[in-house]
């Protein structure tokens, strides 16, 4: 299992916490340092089943610097795509990959309901 995380950002810590808590196993990635490829995002966003906006990091200053909550309705999925692989602060986080699922964020009670 891959756990994509921002060590600073205190949602991450807490999923962190959570999959330790629980006994798993986890490869760590800071999205910072080791921002996912496009590559990567597009197999993911097709895994998770999830709309693409799901994947931008909302709240977060990179978004609104670059004024996206207007922008990303005009953009082509590729676009999106794109634009998330240039910076990993722009990615909603933390990120699971397992086996062939994929989970964007944490919530603790979406989190028991997983089949990780």
């Keep these: 299992m891959l756990f994509i995380y921002y060590p600073k950002c205190t949602t991450c810590q807490k999923a962190k ?4 808590d629980h006994g798993f196993t986890y490869e760590e ?9 496009r590559k990567e995002l597009e197999l993911w966003y ?3 089943g999830l709309p693409l906006k799901r994947f931008f990091n909302t709240s977060g ?7 996206l909550k207007d922008k990303l309705p005009t953009m082509t999925e590729d676009a ?5 692989a240039t910076d990993g602060m722009l990615v909603k986080r933390p990120i699971i990959v397992a086996d062939d699922s994929v989970y964007v964020g944490f919530k603790e009670a979406e989190w028991e309901k997983l089949h990780l």
Aim: hydrophobic share 30%.
């Design 61 to 67: 200053m990179v978004y609104r610097d670059l004024g």
């Design 80 to 84: 999106q795509l794109d634009l998330l």
């Design 17 to 20: 916490k959570y999959l330790d």
């Design 46 to 48: 097709r895994q998770s």
């Design 29 to 37: 990635r800071d999205i910072k340092k080791n921002p996912p490829t």
